[in-house]
């Protein structure tokens, strides 16, 4: 029943974020259904519904008639708190649920659904105005608590210069040089998406640290050099075997000797067996790319050696961007 209703479950709690109740309630604040009735526009029986849905799901606790956040939700969920996380709620919920819902028709046909491949080269290339705030901003609240998580079991304190591949909102240099102070970085990535990391990186106060760089990683030769480490996040699960060979020989060739790489992503295990994040994560990568998929950290390790890489090794950790991080070395 609780695979059958996951989506009861997903959609409570996205309507719940579109009408930012755990916003209204940050800083301990409760609600009655009397209040969430005045306060939300909504009649007594779906007030009721809401808030009592929202505790069962581990969102609100109840204290009195009153209902205030959980830990998790004053943490993640409310708008300005610096790991909120629903941009990746409302990316869901208003972009890949409705496609989701013809995930049948992907499984026979093998290509997206969330964008037509005969008129975009890809799902990153969009004037979509909708698409390009609410992407990258879903993408910025996955990757800045992921971001932590990486700093917190990969040792980067040796590295001086990162080149962050694909890096998107910016959110992992962000992160990462705001815990690093030595620390600086480059974002390589779409002309339009640079505009948007640039935005991201002034409102940090870090366009001293951060850089970026329009480019195109499938078509340019090479990638910028300079760096001592070159992070992909999130990039080589939207593309196929092929091409992450090839994006893995241009980091090798990017770097000097000494240089590190790291991927981070939602890894599969080598039994193909799960987790279920990544193997669901795949699926997703059916609905909103062609030829990507979840790769197992073997998989990883296999194309790093054959571009070069020695000392691959994977370090696991838990967060929603990423299980785990692959690093090897350009000796
Ligand atoms: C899934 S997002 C990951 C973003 C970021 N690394 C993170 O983890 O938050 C994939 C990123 O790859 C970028 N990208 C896609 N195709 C690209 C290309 N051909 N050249 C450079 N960047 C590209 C996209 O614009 C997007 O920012």
Redesign the pocket.
């Known amino acids: 029943m609780g695979l059958v209703t996951g989506f009861w479950s997903f959609k409570t709690f996205a309507a719940a974020v579109e009408m930012e109740l755990f916003t209204r309630l940050a800083g301990g604040r409760t609600m009655t259904v009397a209040e969430a009735e005045k306060e939300l526009g909504l009649a007594d029986r779906p007030a009721d519904l809401l808030l009592t849905a929202c505790a069962s799901l581990g969102l609100l606790a109840k204290d009195g008639d009153g209902y205030r956040n959980t830990e998790l939700a004053e943490e993640f969920l409310v708008k300005g708190k610096p790991y909120y996380f629903g941009g990746q709620v409302t990316y869901c919920d208003q972009r890949t649920y409705l496609p989701w819902h013809r995930v049948g028709e992907a499984l026979h046909t093998d290509r997206p659904l969330t964008w037509d491949p005969s008129t975009q080269e890809?799902m990153?290339d969009t004037a979509d105005p909708r698409m390009l705030e609410s992407f990258?901003g879903a993408?910025y609240s996955?990757?800045i608590f992921t971001a932590k998580e990486l700093a917190a079991h990969v040792d980067l304190s040796g590295s001086e210069r990162l080149l962050?591949v694909?890096?998107?909102?910016g959110?992992?240099p962000i992160e990462l040089c705001r815990l690093l102070p030595s620390l600086s970085a480059t974002v390589?990535?779409?002309p339009h998406?640079c505009e948007i990391a640039a935005g991201n990186i002034a409102a940090a106060g870090l366009s001293d640290r951060i850089a970026t760089t329009p480019?195109?990683?499938?078509t340019d030769e090479h990638l910028p050099e300079g760096h001592d480490v070159v992070l992909f996040?999130?990039?080589l699960h939207?593309w196929d075997a092929a091409t992450n060979q090839q994006l893995l020989t241009k980091a090798y060739e990017a770097l000097a000797p000494g240089g590190r790489v790291v991927i981070s992503e939602l890894l599969l295990n080598a039994e193909r067996t799960g987790p279920a994040s990544a193997a669901l994560m795949g699926m997703n990568m059916l609905v909103e790319t062609v030829g990507g998929r979840n790769y197992s950290d073997a998989e990883y390790t296999d194309w790093l050696a054959a571009a070069g890489f020695t000392d691959i090794h994977t370090v696991h950790f838990d967060a929603p961007?990423a299980n785990g991080a692959v690093i090897a070395i350009k000796r």
């Open positions: 890809s990153f990258w993408m996955t990757s962050d694909g890096g998107g909102s959110a992992y390589f990535d779409l998406v480019g195109d990683f499938l996040s999130m990039i939207d961007g």
